[in-house]
């Protein structure tokens, strides 16, 4: 039997509106590895994707892109230096916090003796 495209389009509210709405949470910062995801997006929240990061002296993340999202970095323990395509270093130490736009190549690098603890937060740039 063929199914009317008009009754497969009214469907579709009723299969989307079936996802769990995200909801508030409280989540441990206790991490046995060096990157633990905190927040995964949808349906967890509605965009923003977020982890905890632990590098020991001398380690960086790798050079990545923010592509179409804006991040910021919590710094909570440690020093280092934020590395920005095209940019001169900014060095820091905890507590700070580095935002880093849309579209920025960039790498963070633990310069410090201690391990460099931080949280990052990613969410979907809206806007110019």
């Not at 880093?100 to 410090?112: C, D, E, L, Q, S």
Request: proline share 12%; with cysteine.
């Amino acid at each position: 039997m063929l199914i009317p495209a008009a009754a497969l389009l009214c469907a579709i509210p009723a299969l989307t509106s079936q996802a769990p709405a995200p909801h508030p949470l409280t989540l441990s910062l206790d991490c046995p590895g060096g990157d633990c995801p905190l927040l995964r997006g949808v349906p967890q929240t509605a965009g923003m994707r977020s982890g905890f990061v632990r590098l020991k002296p001398g380690q960086s993340v790798g050079w990545h892109t923010t592509g179409r999202n804006e991040e910021c970095l919590v710094i909570l323990h440690g020093a280092g230096s934020a590395l920005i395509d095209g940019q001169p270093d900014r060095t820091f130490t905890a507590p700070r916090a580095i935002y880093i736009p849309p579209a920025t190549r960039h790498n963070v690098k633990n310069t410090g003796t201690e391990p460099l603890e931080y949280v990052y937060v990613v969410a979907p740039a809206t806007g110019p």
